[in-house]
């Protein structure tokens, strides 16, 4: 534990005591994007006004994957939501969804306050609840005038005119538009992976690359090279990464290789997170190796002047800042 999360963790503990009950954010939460921050700050607000711990509501599954056999890809894994949302001074309440799922609407409520201590409620105008997803924001109030629970519906958050939503964002990831994806998101769009060993197929063209494989869970962005940005211990690179098949080499996975500018050392079983910018160029078939290498070097330096010209240092890719 290092000493920064070790005061952050002191000064929350000050600042929860004397708190009794729970002011809790209601949603998937799948990526954290602004219109889970506008329930999240609603949440947050109503505890500093009525001495509340602000907390946020998560399943310990999806809720289509037990309702519908399959559930949308991931835009963030669960351990970095949890660890985003707990260093934004959330407690992080975890229901076991297949347990909770057949409550009626006012079950689910009673639960909440009896359980956990729940004595206020924020959510999105669209948010759903309890058996057959019966319950909606007006059954909620209704229920909260019934328990004398504070309740706070947030309007819908908007991006160029459209309801900001998890399934949109996917969308653009997946077509590679990380400009409106990331504009949409509380954080750029980034993934933290394990780099595994390679081939060392890069270090002999003069671009050693950090290897990581996507989990099935996990969203694919557009395959392709992107200008990005390398994270581990503390600092931040800028990088450029391909991310796909390997078609030129071959390969039975979905992977992300990250050259970063100017480092070199081993990070094998490293955890890095890597964020992806900007889309540059599909990934396609090389007829050899050295046709593999020239678009190499024609990719970092694509990806070194679209990260100078945006100013997106090392420092701008950084988290743009939650609540």
Avoid: W
């Avoid at 005591?17 to 799948?30: P, V, W």
């Avoid at 351990?79 to 079950?107: I, Y």
């Avoid at 948010?127 to 309007?155: I, N, S």
């Avoid at 819908?156 to 399934?167: C, L, V």
């Amino acid at each position: 534990m290092t000493p920064q999360l070790t005061e952050r963790i002191r000064l929350r503990q000050e600042e929860q005591q004397g708190r009794t009950g729970i002011s809790l954010a209601l949603g998937n939460f799948d990526g954290l994007h602004r219109g889970h921050a506008s329930v999240l700050a609603a949440a947050k607000a109503q505890a500093q006004a009525l001495g509340l711990t602000p907390g946020a509501l998560l399943f310990d599954e999806h809720p289509k994957l037990v309702l519908c056999g399959e559930a949308p890809p991931l835009l963030m894994t669960a351990k970095e939501k949890r660890e985003k949302l707990e260093d934004a001074g959330f407690c992080v309440l975890t229901l076991p969804f297949r347990k909770t799922k057949d409550l009626s609407p006012a079950a689910f409520l009673s639960l909440l306050e009896t359980a956990y201590g729940v004595r206020a409620l924020s959510c999105g105008g669209n948010y759903r609840f309890g058996k057959d997803a019966a319950g909606t924001a007006d059954t909620l109030r209704e229920l909260c005038a019934q328990y004398g629970m504070t309740l706070t519906v947030v309007p819908d958050a908007m991006y160029k005119g459209e309801r900001i939503s998890s399934t949109r964002i996917r969308r653009a990831i997946e077509d590679g538009d990380m400009a409106d994806a990331n504009a949409m998101l509380l954080f750029p769009f980034s993934y933290c992976l394990p780099v595994v060993a390679g081939d060392k197929r890069g270090r002999t063209l003069g671009f050693p690359t950090l290897n990581q494989v996507f989990p099935s869970e996990l969203i694919r962005p557009r395959a392709g090279v992107y200008a990005s940005v390398a994270a581990f211990g503390g600092e931040r690179y800028p990088s450029v990464t391909n991310v796909g098949t390997r078609p030129t080499v071959g390969g039975d996975g979905f992977y992300s290789e990250t050259h970063i500018f100017g480092f070199s050392g081993d990070l094998y079983g490293r955890q890095v997170e890597v964020t992806l910018l900007q889309f540059l160029r599909d990934e396609r078939k090389f007829r050899d190796l050295a046709a593999l290498r020239a678009a190499m070097e024609n990719d970092a330096a694509t990806a070194k002047e679209v990260l100078h010209r945006n100013g997106q240092t090392a420092e701008a890719a950084g988290e743009s800042g939650f609540l």
